[in-house]
């Protein structure tokens, strides 16, 4: 039956009022900028992983315990990490980091207190990181940028040689805590650490390239596991140094180091003045984690020296909110 002019009309009239109605209504603020947190706004661009935890999965849920809204990028997708079998997944290049930025720009959503970085793969991409700073510190010129130059492990690099380049050219300039285990401040100073002291110069030197927060994550000497901190608050003055010996579990873990420099980024934002605080609490938090991981799967029957163990980080969710803290920071003199 054919419709009339009139009836016509009459049917889409709603469709024309909803619109002009949708024209007219302000766009709901985003309340993590309208009403921030006490802890911060964290950009967290790491990978990612559907099973497991590591990069950002890591990352970004211990953070949002202690109280920081964080919004992450993914620097690849995976099925899984690299360690099984097999893997599945894409990779994101320089030119898509860059298009996400720029949505975020688009809406005024660019407003950060901390930037976290993590594993990068590719020159390019770690080239788009450096804008990306740049853009974050036009919006926030006290925008804290915490990175983890994640290159390798053990005497081993699992990244392209010409990033400890880049890293070291470029990127330890721009940051304002650096967590490098030892391996990794071995590359970037060019400093073969064999002792604490050598812990204690490589800091200095990191020091003196730009950031003034420096936690080498892990360093084996003589057999014990250390880590070695350093906070300089003023350039030119002599950095507050400390150390902390943590206890060896005998197995191997995924994820551990993203989690470490998750923790102390948020726990370093609460304590800026007590890094070897924050790093207290850190370390204690991941031995906890650690060890409910190992006797979880010793629990399930399983031996955990036969490979590596995924992390327990849901089940481990009041240790992260309220560590007790057993390891305890040494001062150096």
């Not at 898509?96 to 950060?112: P, S, V």
């Not at 036009?138 to 081993?156: A, R």
């Not at 080498?216 to 608050?233: A, M, P, V």
């Not at 150390?243 to 470490?260: E, S």
């Amino acid at each position: 039956m054919p419709i009339s002019l009139t009836t016509t009309t009459t049917l889409r009239s709603p469709n024309r009022n909803f619109r002009s109605r949708k024209s007219r209504m302000s766009t709901p603020p985003v309340l993590s900028l309208a009403l921030p947190s006490d802890t911060g706004r964290v950009l967290s661009i790491q990978s990612h992983t559907v099973q497991g935890y590591v990069g950002n999965k890591s990352a970004v849920f211990p953070l949002q315990l202690l109280g920081y809204d964080v919004d992450p990028i993914n620097s690849v997708q995976f099925s899984n990490h690299t360690g099984y079998p097999t893997f599945k997944g894409q990779v994101l290049n320089g030119e898509q980091l860059w298009e996400l930025i720029e949505g975020l720009e688009a809406n005024d959503l660019l407003f950060y207190t901390h930037l976290l970085t993590g594993y990068i793969g590719s020159v390019s991409f770690l080239n788009t990181i450096l804008e990306v700073i740049n853009k974050l510190r036009s919006v926030n010129p006290n925008l804290t940028y915490v990175c983890d130059p994640v290159m390798g492990d053990e005497g081993k690099l699992y990244v392209p040689e010409e990033l400890v380049h880049v890293y070291r050219e470029k990127v330890v300039p721009l940051a304002s805590m650096l967590t490098p285990n030892q391996f990794e401040a071995e590359k970037l100073t060019g400093l073969r650490i064999n002792s604490e002291e050598d812990g204690r110069e490589a800091c200095a030197i990191l020091h003196a390239a730009g950031p003034s927060k420096v936690v080498i994550t892990s360093i084996t000497i003589g057999g014990l596991l250390l880590l070695i901190g350093s906070h300089q608050k003023e350039k030119g003055q002599k950095p507050e140094q400390f150390k902390i010996l943590i206890n060896k579990i005998p197995a191997y873990f995924t994820g551990t180091g993203d989690l470490m420099t998750a923790l102390l980024l948020g726990w370093s934002n609460k304590y800026p003045d007590s890094l070897d605080k924050a790093a207290e609490l850190a370390v204690s938090t991941l031995q906890a984690l650690l060890r409910r991981t190992l006797d979880d799967y010793k629990r399930a029957g399983y031996d955990p020296t036969s490979s590596s163990l995924e992390i327990r980080l849901i089940q481990s969710q009041d240790e992260i909110r309220n560590p007790n803290v057993e390891l305890k920071a040494e001062r150096y003199s």
